[in-house]
């Protein structure tokens, strides 16, 4: 069977990533988290006191930053690696929230990651999620999903999210990061994150998780239907 790209793109916290996992899975496709590479990068650049400021420090730094993912059958998940470590929870803490829109912005942080994930498309079969995926990373996916959700229940998400992680936060606090997140992602100069003229919008504001990926899934099956035709 033919095998297409799923880009998922949208603001941060309206279910993106566990939907796109769970999509993934069901088509026995890849997935990658590209807000998690961003978020390694971040990471490493605070534990390597690399300075935003200085580029030639960030060409060093990214050249010396090995992101793998790798699936834990225990977990059912696919966890991201820095240079060989597991930081598939320190990447979500509230300290790299608050920083990793900054570090999304760079052009150079931008090129690296881009690069890094299109290889990872190449061979198809893939769901990949993020804010420029179906704009800049593959502006041809046969199927384009833009998400959205109501601030507030995104929020909330988020929070439970936290929690089910053990990481007790105010929601008032949550909400703060999502719009300081939400502003700074779509209007930055470098890939801003806007909806590919050709996405479907799926709002999950009123959706079960079912549901979510159940019209995704029927939207993937519709296009590798379509592929078959036209090959
Ligand atoms: O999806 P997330 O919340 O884990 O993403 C973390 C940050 O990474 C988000 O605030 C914006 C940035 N990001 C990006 O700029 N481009 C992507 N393709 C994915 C994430």
Do not use: W
């Not at 030639?56 to 977990?75: E, G, V």
């Not at 804010?131 to 990373?137: Q, S």
């Not at 899934?217 to 036209?230: P, R, S, V």
């Amino acid at each position: 069977m033919r095998k297409i790209v799923i880009a998922i793109d949208g603001y941060s916290a309206c279910g993106k990533s566990s939907t796109a996992k769970e999509v993934a899975s069901r088509l026995g496709y890849a997935y990658i988290d590209t807000g998690a590479m961003y978020r390694a990068v971040t990471l490493f650049f605070h534990q390597n006191y690399v300075n935003l400021t200085d580029p030639l420090a960030m060409d060093k730094a990214l050249a010396q930053i090995q992101i793998d993912f790798k699936f834990n059958s225990k977990k059912e998940r696919n966890e991201i690696y820095l240079n060989g470590l597991n930081v598939e929870d320190e990447i979500r803490s509230m300290f790299i929230s608050e920083r990793v829109s900054e570090v999304s912005a760079i052009k150079k942080v931008r090129q690296a990651m881009v690069a890094q994930q299109q290889k990872m498309g190449k061979q198809k079969g893939i769901v990949m999620d993020g804010r420029d995926i179906g704009t800049v990373v593959f502006p041809a996916a046969e199927l384009k999903v833009f998400m959205t959700a109501d601030f507030k229940v995104r929020g909330e998400r988020r929070q439970k999210e936290l929690l089910e992680k053990d990481i007790l936060v105010d929601l008032q606090e949550v909400l703060e990061n999502l719009k300081k997140r939400d502003e700074m992602d779509s209007n930055r100069t470098e890939s801003p994150l806007i909806q590919a003229n050709d996405a479907i919008v799926v709002d999950t504001t009123n959706l079960t998780f079912e549901d979510q990926v159940g019209q995704i899934i029927h939207l993937a099956e519709e296009k590798i239907k379509g592929q078959i035709i036209e090959n």
